[in-house]
């Protein structure tokens, strides 16, 4: 075997003759099939060797391979091989003698780079590792052979010169000595560097909304009778501060007014006594958007119930655990969300945990909340993947929140996702009528909204209209506290349900009017006498603000007085000093047939001017301002985000909780955000 090495060291040492390019040709087909069949012969002899255990087909000994290679290459030159074609075939064999499974022998033998003159006879001496696979030899030949076969179809040089001197064998035979020195080189080399991550997906304008049009000016004369539903949900602002703290304008259809006004607390006067739960109190004024036009301002107040006076809740937390819950501000933030809501919980509610991601189940059965670590440790193991059977978790949260009904007590679901369900039904008028058929059962529904990107609204304003129950967006862990743990009684303890509004506007008084908000919760006028009919629910203590603006007749308006018949209903309200009567309709907890309440709006519930306003009153039309702005502005005439800031700082009043400052950073913020986000990359 030395020698055989010492014969190829010699013969590469050589200079090659010139041949033409027939020679050069034929000596390198002649090459390839000596060494095909002496790779062939090779791989059918490492069969029977045995030299390092048992005999496999997974291994090549470096010796026979070794020997087809000299012969083939000593054969190459003595067919008087062309100097391109000599420096082809020694460069398959420096390939082939660099191969690391090829040059590997078990410890004590002797290496190819020991055999250079004058090398030292222990240098070579190393660790075995294990030999490549047969596939991962062919694949490094086969690698070397078509680049050699690529290098052989280049062009001659134009002026031969003489015939190029082959390096020595001793710098490669070195290199290959070093490369054998470290094992763990020589592992490396077989495996393919990875590419750089990809940066994280970031979900980005893919937010669901319903779409929805500003309510109209309506002529008096045409359509007297406003109806809705009143709404205490607040999503809406949460998501619009969201987007104005990132720089850009949030959606039209994300902003709704009614919870852009609603969202604040008023201290509206509040009614005497539960029987009566509701006082409205209304404000007319003069509109700061357009001369000559009024507001009517009307301004409910829930009875308040204390914490301690309230009834024992059934609650069943469901919790989206799915893979687009994975981001910082969805799944972490209502885990934490829910601890803060749980710190508020007395002992005798009880809180189960139904999760789904891909299919549904319990994580928790009903637990006392007195096992407040027991709550706690199921919450903090929660983990996001997978797809979002959002449809099968409803309904195993509906079933589990039935089998622990507190009977006179308060019994909800609190929905916490982003609302990409994609498995089972997601369908929104499916889920919809199964909502509004468990609702009979007196379990009601509360929806949290979490994250940015790919929230949808829409399916959860759906579910929560038909739920019995409210909606809520969570942004931060500040508005977790005070959806949660500030406004927990009213959120849970229902004082009336169905509760509807409707006002009808005197013809003989005014001549137009509009509603600002509510697009989305019109009645028809037959409805509001229909209880069959639902609509929203009111919570204790909470505070509902509805506003119209309208025109006094005899002033103009935005709509032409009609040419024909104009004049037959301008007495037809008899009182010219009633501007409109208001009804407000609601059954009580329990109770299928509603109650009524009614008062008229004269000019003794007028003022003069817009600072003689009450301070509340002043700060929510400056809300709402706010809201119409952001959707356009299309009926607020010259109006700027600097009137807002002053009409919101004259009515800042007492802020404990900085609610209201906030709203004025969000106007100033408003003044430069950008219509559309830039792309994340």
Do not use: C
């Not at 075995?128 to 290098?151: F, G, Q, Y």
């Not at 007014?257 to 409205?280: G, H, L, S, V």
């Not at 005197?506 to 037959?526: D, F, H, I, M």
């Amino acid at each position: 075997m030395t020698g055989d090495l010492k014969h190829l060291e010699k013969a590469l040492r050589g200079s090659a003759p010139q041949a033409g390019r027939r020679a050069k040709r034929a000596a390198l087909e002649a090459a390839m099939r000596a060494f095909d069949e002496e790779t062939q012969k090779n791989f059918r002899a490492a069969q029977g060797n045995a030299r390092a255990g048992r005999p496999t087909g997974k291994r090549l000994m470096g010796g026979h391979f070794l020997k087809g290679l000299i012969d083939m290459t000593t054969q190459a030159i003595n067919w008087k091989f062309a100097a391109t074609g000599a420096a082809s075939a020694a460069a398959i064999a420096i390939a082939a003698l660099n191969l690391p499974g090829i040059l590997h022998k078990p410890a004590g033998e002797t290496t190819v780079a020991m055999l250079r003159p004058g090398a030292d006879k222990t240098a070579g001496r190393q660790a075995p590792v294990s030999p490549p696979s047969v596939m991962e030899e062919k694949v490094a030949m086969d690698t070397a052979i078509s680049r050699n076969r690529l290098a052989m179809k280049a062009p001659a040089p134009a002026t031969p010169g003489p015939a190029p001197r082959f390096v020595t064998a001793a710098r490669p035979m070195a290199y290959a000595k070093r490369k054998m020195a470290h094992p763990a080189r020589v592992a490396a080399s077989r495996v393919m560097p990875e590419p750089m991550p990809a940066p994280a997906y970031v979900e980005q304008g893919r937010d669901r909304f319903k779409h929805f049009s500003d309510n109209p000016v309506k002529l008096v004369s045409e359509a007297p009778v406003s109806t809705f539903s009143l709404d205490v949900d607040t999503a809406s602002y949460a998501f619009v501060r969201r987007a104005l703290m990132d720089g850009v304008l949030p959606p039209r259809d994300a902003v709704r007014a009614e919870e852009i006004i609603n969202y604040f607390d008023y201290d509206y006067p509040a009614p005497a006594d539960r029987t009566k739960p509701f006082r409205a109190s209304v404000t007319v004024l003069p509109s700061p958007w357009r001369a000559g036009a009024k507001l009517m301002h009307i301004g409910v107040k829930g009875y308040e119930v204390k914490q301690a006076a309230r009834p024992p809740a059934n609650l069943v937390f469901l919790i989206d655990t799915s893979g687009s819950m994975q981001s910082p501000d969805k799944l972490p933030l209502l885990i934490n969300s829910f601890r803060l809501m749980l710190s508020s919980l007395r002992d005798d509610d009880t809180v189960s945990i139904v999760t789904y991601a891909g299919s549904a189940g319990t994580a928790l059965p009903p637990t006392p909340v007195k096992q407040r670590a027991k709550i706690l440790s199921v919450l903090e193991n929660l983990t996001a993947g997978g797809s979002t059977a959002g449809g099968e978790g409803i309904r195993q949260a509906y079933a589990l929140a039935g089998q622990a009904m507190k009977k006179g007590g308060v019994n909800r679901v609190i929905l916490a996702t982003d609302g990409d369900f994609n498995v089972g039904i997601s369908d929104p008028e499916r889920l919809k009528d199964f909502v509004a058929e468990k609702r009979k059962s007196g379990v009601s529904l509360t929806v949290l909204g979490f994250g940015r990107g790919n929230y949808n609204d829409a399916l959860m304003q759906a579910l929560a209209q038909n739920g019995n129950g409210n909606a809520l967006y969570i942004d931060t862990l500040n508005e977790a506290r005070k959806a949660l743990v500030q406004e927990l009684t009213g959120n849970l303890f229902t004082i009336a349900s169905d509760v509807k509004v409707q006002v009808e506007f005197n013809p003989a008084a005014v001549s137009e009017y509009r509603l600002v908000g509510y697009e989305t919760r019109k009645l028809k006028r037959e409805d509001f006498n229909n209880d069959k009919v639902d609509a929203g629910d009111i919570g204790a203590g909470h505070a509902v603000t509805a506003i119209y603006e309208f025109v006094p007749r005899g002033r103009k308006g935005l709509i032409d007085a009609p040419r024909y018949g104009g004049n037959r209903t301008a007495n037809a309200g008899g009182k010219s000093d009633e501007y409109a009567f208001v009804k407000i309709r609601y059954k009580l907890p329990g109770e299928s047939k509603s109650r009524l309440i009614a008062r008229p709006v004269t000019i003794k519930d007028e003022v003069k001017t817009f600072g003689q306003a009450p301070e509340d009153v002043r700060f929510s039309i400056a809300a709402a301002s706010f809201a119409q702005l952001l959707r356009g502005g299309r009926y607020t005439g010259a109006l700027t985000w600097d009137d807002i800031i002053r009409m919101g700082r004259g009515a800042k009043g007492d802020d404990p909780f900085g609610y209201r400052a906030e709203f004025l950073n969000l106007a100033r913020l408003a003044r430069t955000a950008q219509a559309m986000q830039p792309l994340k990359k």
